[in-house]
């Protein structure tokens, strides 16, 4: 149970700063840890978390907003509440370590720079100097300053399994320190190895349901489940979390987005769409530094994606539309995926090349070169399409470019392998093209391991173009109906109610004479994209009418 001098302290700061908190407890448990209820300054619910704080009434109110405020991801608010802290009480050794520990975005596809790197630690040097700090803290300090040591010369893999470590110490230090539980389940889901048994994923997934047992609106309970289970065959664990996540912290852009996360691994499009527009919505309310939030663009995005599968291209082409209307946006690595992927994802799933943009000059390819490279990829897809073999070889070329770039680039995640995935299937359709089917097929198939190997960005809501799907597309075309079936099945696994693979998979199954299994993926895409107006959808009801 919370120590009698740091429960009262967490009292007092609710009942001074008028933060609208309240302790809570397991009623089954009496010695549960104590927890408070957080708001933002506006007012909004934040959550509640257990972190001890004693730097005085002031400080403390700032010290459990940006504790909340980090689990929520809403890193730069968070900074900016660990840093007033700091400023209210300099001997306090958790602002300093907050402000630094709200440089570390361990599950985005960016990383700290070296200017951060500098800045983070000498932050944690003053933590450590600073005269209120506990033994607590100083194992807080240690995890990350485990990230931050010799950063510049070490890749942010190394950097996130020394997070991982000191995390894991904490956590054995804090045994009953459910704040030290939840950062070291995070740092476990920032190591995690592309293995399909998902040992980290579970361990964190194990250490997070006893947190929302004795906390259920704890954030990073609820935020990091999601982050756990985001893929098809474990999505279903956090369904009930996604959907009380957005209840809970209702005002909060990045909250009601995550809960998208699970959405889109178990295909449910209309519940993605609802909470990306209110995502959306909270975040136009809430800019960054006067800039459009990143939060904004990464909300649209995922409802970009959730629309096309709807088979709705028109409130797709208006999201885009909605991106390119807004004001200067906060750069960010977000930003750019949203602005280079929701254009591509139009392209691709339903033809509409118009909205590609002409050239690169949308995305910087010296700092996001795997970003950079969907358009290109879309382009060369659309020049292969209309036959201009010699654009689609260029387009090919570049991507082998922009992939090498992207294999110097930092970060945990190997998008250099991503790019290399849309450059094989590039180049399947350009050998298919040009008349060496074989070639193309074992290209195509080739394209579609990597892929299996090489899962999706836990950032993203999926791939622009699922490579095993292009490789079924081919086979669809070569008329190998079987076949094609099966490879359009194996997409769905990994990419529940996707339009194309759904139609693919009917239209293949129809054509290898399974009648029976046509019908099947035909009634599970009319029931997804019942109000669609792609002219397939005409076509899936009159086989089902037949």
Avoid at 516 to 538: K, V, W
């Amino acid at each position: 149970m919370t120590k009698p001098r740091a429960l009262l302290v967490l009292i007092a700061v609710c009942a001074a700063a008028h933060l609208g908190c309240a302790r809570q407890a397991s009623d089954a448990d009496p010695d549960a840890q104590e927890a408070i209820l957080v708001t933002a300054a506006d007012g909004s619910v934040l959550g509640s978390v257990t972190l001890q704080v004693n730097c005085g009434a002031g400080a403390d109110e700032h010290l459990l907003r940006g504790v909340a405020l980090y689990h929520n991801m809403t890193f730069t608010e968070a900074e900016a509440e660990f840093r007033s802290a700091a400023e209210v009480e300099p001997e306090c050794a958790l602002g300093y370590w907050g402000a630094a520990a709200s440089f570390v975005h361990t599950l985005w596809p960016d990383t700290v720079d070296d200017e951060r790197v500098v800045a983070g630690r000498e932050l944690l040097e003053r933590a450590r100097a600073a005269t209120i700090r506990s033994a607590r803290d100083d194992t807080y300090i240690a995890a990350f300053a485990g990230y931050y040591d010799d950063a510049e010369n070490r890749s942010e893999q190394d950097r996130l399994e020394s997070f991982r470590v000191g995390w894991g110490a904490a956590h054995e230090a804090n045994p009953d320190d459910l704040e030290a539980q939840a950062f070291y389940a995070l740092a476990l889901l920032a190591t995690a190895p592309a293995d399909p048994a998902y040992p980290h994923q579970n361990q964190a997934g194990a250490l997070l349901a006893e947190i929302l047992t004795t906390v259920p609106n704890h954030p990073g309970g609820l935020h990091y489940t999601i982050h756990a289970y985001d893929f098809p065959p474990l999505a279903e664990r956090a369904l009930p979390v996604a959907h009380s996540y957005g209840a809970v912290i209702p005002e909060n852009s990045h909250a009601l987005h995550m809960t998208s996360h699970i959405f889109t691994r178990l295909g449910h499009w209309p519940d993605s769409i609802a909470y990306n527009r209110r995502a959306a919505d909270v975040a136009a309310k809430h800019p960054m530094g006067g800039l459009v939030s990143h939060h904004y663009l990464h909300a649209l995005d995922y409802l970009a994606y959730a629309y096309l599968q709807q088979g709705e291209d028109a409130a797709a082409l208006e999201a885009i539309e909605e991106l390119r209307s807004l004001g200067e946006m906060h750069e960010s690595s977000v930003t750019a995926y949203a602005v280079a992927a929701m254009p591509v994802r139009l392209a691709l799933d339903a033809g509409n090349w118009d909205v590609l943009p002409a050239g690169e000059e949308s995305i910087d390819a010296s700092k996001y070169p795997a970003f950079a490279a969907m358009p290109v990829f879309a382009t060369g897809m659309r020049d292969v399409q209309a036959g201009d073999l010699g654009p689609a070889r260029a387009a090919e070329r570049r991507l082998a470019e922009l992939g090498d770039a992207a294999r110097s680039m930092a970060g945990a995640y190997d998008w250099s392998t991503q790019v290399e995935i849309q450059r094989l299937t590039l180049q399947s359709w350009i050998e298919y093209a040009g008349g060496d089917a074989e070639s193309a097929l074992g290209t195509a198939e080739a394209a579609a391991e990597l892929a299996s190997a090489n899962p999706k960005s836990p950032v993203t809501p999926g791939v622009v173009r699922p490579a095993r799907e292009s490789y079924a597309d081919m086979l669809f075309a070569l008329g190998r109906f079987d076949e094609a079936a099966a490879q359009y099945a194996a997409t769905l696994e990994t990419s529940p109610g996707r339009f194309r693979s759904l139609l693919g998979a009917g239209d293949s199954a129809r054509l290898a004479g399974d009648l029976e299994t046509a019908r099947t993926f035909y009634a599970q895409l009319l029931e997804i994209a019942a109000g669609s107006d792609r002219a397939e959808i005409a076509g899936v009801r009159e086989h089902m009418s037949d």
